[in-house]
Nanobody
């Protein structure tokens, strides 16, 4: 069974940076597309970033373009989300997801496995 474990969340001031990690067990990030989504209280889950199986294609939600970067570390079977220039509106629980396919996707229905999430709080 595939299991995803997020880490790296925490409290950061506006304008700061944070790096999230997603360790994958029972699967490999090098053969599957991966994504990051976020959900704030009272909001629907929002697409943040995605990367295809070999890393040559990445996609970002409009609200995070230019500030967030998704990457993979195949040796550690881990996917990262580097977040910079953080804003209070970035506050949310961040989830990583694995798709049973090679192409990156931006909708939640195309991902088969999800982590439990890690809280990111950006203060003013």
């Amino acid at each position: 069974q595939v299991r995803l474990v997020e880490s790296g969340g925490g409290l950061v001031q506006a304008g700061g940076s944070l790096r999230l990690s997603c360790a994958v067990f029972g699967g490999t990030v090098s053969t599957n597309a991966m994504g990051w989504f976020r959900q704030a209280p009272g909001k629907e889950r929002e697409f943040a970033a995605a990367i295809n199986w070999n890393g040559d294609s990445t996609y970002y939600g409009d609200s995070v373009k230019g500030r967030f970067t998704i990457s993979r570390d195949n040796a550690k079977n881990t996917v990262h989300l580097q977040m910079t220039s953080l804003k209070p509106e970035d506050t949310a629980v961040y989830y990583c997801a694995l798709r049973l396919g090679r192409g990156a996707a931006i909708t939640t229905d195309l991902y088969g496995y999800w982590g439990q999430g890690t809280q990111v709080t950006v203060s003013s």
